[in-house]
């Protein structure tokens, strides 16, 4: 009886997740050419406001989200990551997004609280 | 007398540092910048890392996550936001680089 609890509630969504941290890199970077000196600015704005965004759900899980921008220049680039979870609870998503002059890549990664 | 275990089950950050800088020399210490392999050494990479981290056999779960760039003038910036419980989780991130590239590697341990 107890465990009636639809399984969307402990399952990581990733789709809802990634519309989420689409809507906060337009914000924050959307219609910007790549500057040096904001972009420090920029992957603390993004990371802070996916992570809050995230929170509000208010599911049971504790959240870690990575942002990388890499200026458009011809160099090659290249990110893996692997986890050691549980894989009927836990889960990640990647958004990969570019302009002009940059790409940003932010991966959120939720792992299930007991 | 049960507190005395905490120290066994913190995230232990130059414990974790090490088994980075190790599986990073291992994989590509020495290589120069070759676009058809790099695929291959991120994969290797982090799955060195992280299995030497089971080892460890903490009560942990661990995300380990691997950029390398090539050396070409360009601006790279990363960060990261966690939202866990202070007392228990923890991470750790290494930069390395050689001639040609630049390799980071993090780790965030969760505890269960």
């Not at chain 1, 990581?12 to 890199?25: G, P």
Request: a negative charge; charged letters at 20%.
């Amino acid at each position: 009886m107890e465990e009636y609890n639809s399984g969307d509630e402990v399952l990581f969504n990733a789709d809802e997740a990634s519309v989420s941290v689409k809507e906060c890199i337009e914000g924050v970077i959307g219609g910007t050419d790549y500057n040096q000196n904001k972009v420090n600015q920029w992957t603390a704005s993004i990371v802070e406001h996916s992570l809050t965004h995230l929170v509000k759900q208010g599911r049971s899980f504790k959240y870690i989200v990575n942002c990388t921008i890499m200026q458009k220049s011809g160099a090659g680039l290249h990110t893996a990551n692997s986890c050691y979870w549980d894989t009927a609870t836990d889960g990640s998503c990647t958004v990969r997004w570019e302009n002009r002059t940059m790409y940003c890549v932010v991966s959120v990664f939720a792992v299930a609280v007991a | 007398m049960d507190e005395y275990q905490e120290e066994e089950t913190a995230f232990a950050v130059e414990e974790v540092s090490k088994i980075i800088k190790e599986s990073v020399e291992s994989a590509i210490g020495g290589n120069a910048y070759q676009h058809s392999r790099v695929h291959q050494w991120t994969t290797t990479v982090v799955e060195q890392c992280l299995s030497q981290l089971s080892k460890l056999g903490k009560p942990f779960k661990y995300i380990v996550t691997c950029v390398i760039m090539q050396k070409n003038g360009a601006g790279l910036q990363t960060s990261s936001a966690c939202f866990w419980d202070n007392t228990t989780d923890g991470s750790c991130a290494v930069r390395w680089e050689n001639k040609s590239m630049y390799c980071i590697v993090s780790v965030y341990g969760l505890a269960i």
